[in-house]
């Protein structure tokens, strides 16, 4: 076991290195917008553009060989110096740092929630086949995964901000805040709370759909299975087999569509949702750097997910040794 | 023994003492399906004595686990219901029981153990809290006594070092070894009546004995009656008292062993008996089970009978006539009042004499 | 001393009745011939693909002899649809005239070429197996929605791929900005000028413009047909770019084992990790994003999870004997793995690839909608991304073309879900 998780820590950083490598390759190969840009004004100022973009890349170190910026770029990634964000005139890092609060604010809320109802009503679905409630609850998933969400979002803000006028159509980034510094009071005033609300139901629409799809699909492997029936010839009443006998096997292979498929679907729908709601978390600042063609920002934000995921699929490879006894990865 | 006194009755109570451990009379259990329903089972009745083992046995698909998993309704429901008949166990109908009432009846008074002990143990649980969960459900118990009567069933069904595979987890027993704390777990609350549906089915041969010898002897030291399920003649021969023999959902004759062994009566019984590898004939009955959804009027078995009669095509299954002895019923034309057993006991016809391309087409044109 | 006589029981016969009718065994030997000569289909087949692929070089030997920046952009681009004058365009030899269709550009080519696919490996086999059609069809009734979902489709299909042929793209005109939609009203003073009736201070809608017109002026409905065309590209020609790769992948890898299989699938293994949507946000970040380049990242970035179904599945069937006797008959790589193994995978795969659909026109339309689309083109993200700065006064623009876009999926996972339980009785059930 511990060669297996060593084996796998090892194949998350040769991910990780061939990511970044594969980035680095990407930024070398394409032009360089803002140095464009410098070319562009030099050749309206009358200056030489050759000139002015020779400066550019010196001062960027981009006439340096390729291996030393490469080396350079690596050990910058790695020692989290993830290059400056001209549009916010601050280090990447302290972008990102504080944009992701307001990301989590209601991100992790919403992935618990949902986890939650997605497999309680998964499980339900699974013990009771083929009956009308399962037929609902399937059906309303489709609806879920298939829904736009930042067009759902956009409805529900129709909805509920233009017509009923419930909600502001912006969103107020201090009240989460106390005189400019995050506060759990505030984070949890009603204030806060019910503009975080619509965003938080959108993202869970895909969530709490997907979820409940896969422990459909897991807990009627089970559902089926011979000891369940075993169970049930021993006395053991229907709620106890669901909880005990259904949902503990199937919770293993759930665990892995947990930190694989749903962070990836929250990542992505909280990305949108943000531009839709101006939530300025992640999705918000990512679409920010888009839109001013800050690339060093740009990266910075896709990076934060993607190395998420890296670490969620070690994490669910590591919690499947752990969980499911009949694997046994040769201590040798 | 040409002219017996006989009943034609569909229940036929009087050949049943009602004082009988468990007693299922016409039952009937069907499946809903997108195909029509499957009558899985369709009008079986037989009892079972206190102690006493009775084996039901039958070709595959003719309805033995359907029927012995009616007895505490265990089967998938729905699709399974039960439209008519009735099961009861210690003068108890099951058919009205409560959930709750059910649960206790389950594992309490009446356990199963199941044809395939790979799948029948949960995984992700080790073998003893599977069996203190057993123990636990029916009886007021600390967990440390839970334990130790767990270390204790595992010794008597043969387990050794019991103590230190409490730990262990399904996959890292065998086969044999499952299938004993299958049986650890069904005893673990003193049943008055063990279902052993197919218990040796999946094993090896000489693991399959050590099974039946371990059945026999938790049975004599308890008292316990069990319903053995098994297409396996041979096994019949061993463990039962009597024979309850199953076809397409019907019983087609039911009987102390000795008897069906001796003078087997329906034309089945003494085709199955034909097909033991003993008797040289290796290609088992020709043709194939009816449909369960739509069974073909008459006797169920016709389309592959020797000694079918336009009759036989008619009507219900011919109800249970007396062969013999009350206790010994056959359900077939021939020993109808009046009818001559004769036919079919004294003939030399066997399935070997079947034509096989005119047998055939009962299997063949579904 | 078992007494078991027939196992096969009634449903056993009829499953393995039905088994024997797949997609597979009946369509390749007659697309392919291999077995039974040329048939017509295959000389049709043969004859069509001659003349697209000369046709192909014909109209990038134009391009590229001569001004090549330019034309590439302009081929990637697709300008000849949207009258779109690039800058700088260097006059030379440009891109080949077409007789009735005219200029070709990158995506057109991609279209036609699924497209001529689709009819010759989907819709012909089809046809001409009726057997084999009718079993499915009366599988894939069963499903109800999933019926409604194949008329929807076809439906979107059918006039996406029709009338923009002799319609004109939306068109800016900022006079006519702000008109609600035929059966909707809105404030007098929202629109330039109204086109519809005024009554007491509100301007209806009008049927000059059915769902209404955006803050520039363009017709919704238009730029919704205009969508769905695009959305069945970016759906189709996606798929089956994922498809090809996928195939030719996961059997390469399963054929030859080994350090090939090992590699690739170290490769695959990283992809997948690999949040494929800002993949495809930072490639079109950094490339650009027309609709040419969107679609080939797409096809090019997605594949791994179809890949490792392909390879799982024919490993299952590498070992089986039909092989071993093709190998030792001597066939050669390729033969072996399109004759033997590619049929036996071919219906997992159009499951899996069915279902990679709505994923990628929702990850177009949200390109779109992110602003890292074409401008130009009128596809549903883009129209629903104009209209989001105009929610308090024009709800229309931003909600009509979600409304396509939100039922094109549903259809799309619907048609995947019965697909699955239609031709994988081994999946179905359950999902
Ligand atoms: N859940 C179900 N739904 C539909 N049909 C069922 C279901 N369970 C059993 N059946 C049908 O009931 C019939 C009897 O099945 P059963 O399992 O009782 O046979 P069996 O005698 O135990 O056979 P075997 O020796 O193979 O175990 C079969 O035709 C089977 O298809
Ligand atoms: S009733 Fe007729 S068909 Fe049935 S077993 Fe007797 S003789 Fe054969
Ligand atoms: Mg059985």
Redesign the interface.
């Known amino acids: 076991m511990k060669w297996y998780i060593f084996k796998r820590l090892l194949w998350a950083g040769v991910a990780t290195m061939v990511v970044l490598t594969i980035t680095f390759v990407l930024m070398y190969l394409t032009p360089d917008t803002r140095i464009m840009e410098l070319e562009f004004q030099a050749a309206q100022s009358g200056t030489d553009p050759e000139q002015a973009r020779q400066a550019a890349e010196t001062a960027r170190g981009m006439d340096q060989a390729f291996h030393i910026q490469y080396i350079d770029f690596m050990q910058n990634m790695l020692s989290f110096n993830w290059g400056w964000s001209d549009s916010r005139s601050e280090p990447v890092i302290d972008a990102l740092a504080s944009a992701i609060p307001y990301s989590m604010m209601y991100g992790v809320p919403a992935v618990i929630i949902s986890t939650i109802i997605g497999i309680v009503i998964g499980l339900y679905s699974a013990v009771n086949q083929y009956t009308r409630g399962d037929y609902v609850a399937t059906f309303v998933a489709f609806f879920g995964i298939s829904i736009p969400n930042f067009w759902f979002a956009i409805i529900l803000l129709v909805i509920f901000g233009t017509w009923l006028g419930w909600v502001d159509l912006l969103f107020d980034t201090q009240a989460s805040k106390i005189d400019g510094e995050w506060a759990l009071r505030a984070i949890v005033s009603w204030e806060n709370v019910k503009q975080l609300i619509l965003p938080m139901f959108v993202l869970m629409t895909a969530s709490v759909a997907s979820m409940m799809r896969y422990t459909r699909a897991e807990a009627l492997e089970y559902v089926e299975s011979d000891f369940i029936k075993t169970a049930k010839a021993k006395g053991v009443s229907e709620r106890t087999i669901v909880a005990k006998h259904i949902f503990r096997p199937a919770s293993i292979p759930i665990a892995t569509i947990l930190v694989g498929d749903i962070l990836g679907i929250v990542f992505v729908g909280s990305y949108l949702i943000e531009v839709v709601f101006g939530i300025p978390g992640l999705g918000y600042l990512s679409f920010d750097a888009i839109m001013s063609q800050d690339t060093a920002l740009v990266f910075g934000t896709v990076f934060v997910p993607v190395f998420v995921a890296i670490i969620g699929n070690l994490a669910q490879d590591i919690a499947y040794v752990i969980l499911d006894p009949r694997i046994k990865y040769g201590d040798r | 023994m040409s002219k017996q006194p006989s009943q034609t009755i569909g229940t036929d109570e009087s050949t049943r003492s009602s004082n009988s451990l468990l007693s299922v009379s016409d039952l009937c259990t069907y499946f809903q399906t ?2 029509g329903v499957v009558k899985a089972v369709d009008g079986v009745s037989f009892d079972v004595q206190s102690g006493e083992t009775v084996a039901i ?1 039958g ?3 003719s309805g033995k686990t359907v029927t012995s ?1 009616s007895i ?1 309704r ?1 089967f ?1 429901s ?1 699709p399974g219901f039960i439209p008519e008949g009735s099961i009861e166990f210690d003068g108890e109908e099951v058919n009205d029981m409560t ?1 709750e009432e059910l ?6 008074r009446v ?2 153990i ?1 044809q ?1 002990p ?8 080790t073998i003893g809290w599977q069996l203190r ?2 123990i636990e ?2 009886q007021e118990v600390t967990k440390k006594e839970a334990n130790e009567k767990a270390i204790e069933l595992l010794t008597q069904v043969g387990i050794p070092e019991a103590s230190a595979r409490l730990g262990d ?1 399904p ?1 890292q027993l065998s086969g044999g070894m499952k299938q004993r704390v ?1 049986i650890a ?2 005893l ?1 609350c003193e049943p008055d009546l063990l279902i052993a549906d197919e218990p040796t089915t999946a094993l090896d041969v000489t693991i399959q004995a050590q099974i039946l010898k371990l059945l026999k002897s938790l049975q004599e030291e308890r008292d316990m009656a069990i319903l053995f399920i098994t ?5 019949v021969a061993e463990v039962a008292d009597r024979v309850v023999v199953m076809y397409a959902g019907k019983v087609m004759e039911r009987g102390p062993v000795m008897e069906i062994f001796e003078t087997p009566s329906h034309p089945y019984t003494r085709a ?1 008996l034909e ?3 003993s008797k040289g004939n290796l290609g ?6 009816p ?2 959804i739509d069974p073909p009027d008459g006797c169920r078995f016709a389309s592959r009978c020797v000694f079918a009669q336009d009759e036989c095509l008619e009507g219900p299954q011919p109800p249970a006539y007396e062969a013999g002895t009350a206790d010994h019923v056959v359900s077939c034309i021939h020993y109808e009042p009046g009818g001559n057993p004769d036919i079919v006991l004294k003939s030399d016809a066997t399935v070997s004499a079947l034509d096989v391309d005119q047998m055939g087409v009962g ?1 063949e044109n ?1 | 001393m078992s007494v078991d006589t027939d196992p096969t029981t009634q449903s056993a016969n009829v499953r393995k009745d039905a088994d024997s009718v797949t997609f597979e065994d009946v369509n390749w030997d007659e697309i392919d011939g291999t077995a039974r000569g040329f048939t017509r289909t295959r000389i049709a087949w043969y004859a069509i693909m001659g003349t697209y692929l000369l046709a192909l070089l014909n109209d990038l030997f134009n391009r590229f002899a001569e001004g090549a920046y330019q034309r590439t952009v302009a081929f990637i681009t697709d300008t000849s649809r949207y009258q779109v004058e690039t800058p700088g365009f260097i006059p030379g030899a440009g891109p080949a005239e077409y007789p009735l269709v005219g200029e070709i550009g990158g995506v057109t080519w991609l279209w036609s070429l699924t497209l001529l696919v689709g009819v010759f490996y989907v819709a012909i086999p089809l046809y001409q197996n009726q057997r084999m059609t009718a079993y499915y069809w009366r599988e894939f009734k069963k499903n109800k929605a999933a019926v409604i979902s194949l008329i929807y489709l076809a439906i979107i299909f059918a006039i996406g791929l029709t009338v923009p042929r002799f319609m004109d793209p939306p068109e800016v005109e900022p006079v006519l900005a702000y008109q609600p939609p035929v059966w909707g009203s809105v404030r007098e003073t929202v629109p330039i000028q109204c086109v519809g009736p005024v009554s007491g201070g509100e301007c209806h809608g009008s049927w000059a413009h059915p769902f209404g017109t955006t803050h520039q002026g363009k017709d919704i409905l238009i730029s919704i047909v205009y969508g769905m065309e695009i959305s069945m590209q970016v759906g189709l020609i996606g798929m089956f770019l994922t498809i090809l790769i996928a195939t030719t992948v996961g059997l390469t890898a399963a054929y030859f084992g080994g350090y090939v299989d090992e590699i690739l699938f170290r490769y695959v293994d990283i992809q997948i990790t690999f949040p494929t949507f800002f993949l495809y946000l930072l490639v079109v970040y950094l490339v650009g994003g027309s609709l040419f380049v969107m679609i080939i990242i797409f096809g090019v970035l997605g594949w791994g999870g179809i890949a490792r179904i392909v390879r799982s599945e024919a490993l299952q069937r590498r070992e089986e004997e039909y092989i071993m006797a093709a190998k030792n008959a001597g066939a050669g790589g390729l033969w072996t793995m399109r004759r033997h193994l590619l049929p036996n995978v071919s219906n997992s795969v159009i499951t899996a690839a069915t279902l990679v659909i709505p994923g990628l026109i929702l990850a177009e339309a949200a390109l779109a909608f992110l602003g890292l689309g074409d401008p130009r083109l009128p596809s549903w993200g883009e129209t629903i991304a104009d209209g989001r700065s105009d929610l308090d006064r024009a709800w229309w623009i931003s909600t009509i073309p979600g409304v396509f876009l939100f039922m094109t999926i549903l259809a799309f996972n619907f048609l995947g879900d019965a697909l699955r339980d239609a031709l994988d009785p081994r999946q179905g059930g359950g999902e």
């Open positions: 997108d195909e046995v070709e595959s698909g998993e505490t265990l998938k729905p959930v649960r206790t009846l389950r594992g309490g356990s199963h199941f395939n790979q799948g029948a143990l949960n995984p992700v649980y969960e057993a459900l029916h987890y996959h299958m777990i069904a673990a297409h396996d003649l041979g096994v199955l097909c033991l590898p088992g009955i020709p043709g194939s089970l449909s369960p299997g579904r």
